[in-house]
């Protein structure tokens, strides 16, 4: 779960289910009561069908914090990154950071860093095509340095500037989860 809309699907779909619910955080259900094989087994099928899927094992469930605290960094904390993305990850999970780091690439194909920074291109694309704020209020936002750094990283990551990217007609991003 990567977004409050998909935190509401599966809260609903739990409670159509009967289940009763501590909490619903990103990436994570907390429910009152033990759920047995056959539950977990229909939970996973009702939550297949929007796309969702359980992650059970130890590995996946790290790789799956470490990508919701990324999420969580750029799109609803958005400039309280004050140190490293390496500190900031180790003190939010209490792990060694390059124990994350290789399992993150070896699960994933990537490194933690090339996840954030595609991450943080996909939100630049999103706040350019709402079109409400500038490059520089952008920079700022998303804790650039300056705006050529920003517009650097994004003609790496894209091949455009981020101008010719806001002039296009036909702009086309990719789903969080599609990263």
Known sequence: MVCSRCKMVVKSELEKLGHQLLAVDLGEVEVLTTITAHQKREIN?????????????????VIEKIKTLIIELIYYKNNELKSNLSTYITENLSYDYST???LFSEVEGTTIEKYFILQKIERVKELLMYDEKS?????????????????????????????HFKQLKNKKRKQIEDL
């Open 45 to 61: 099928e009702r939550l297949k069908s929007f796309g969702f899927e359980l992650i059970d094992d130890k590995k996946s469930k």
């Open 100 to 102: 994350l780091s290789n």
């Open 135 to 163: 490059l520089i209020e952008i920079s700022y936002l998303l804790n650039y340095s300056s705006l050529a750094y920003l517009s650097n990283q994004f003609k790496k990551v894209t091949g455009l500037t981020p101008t």
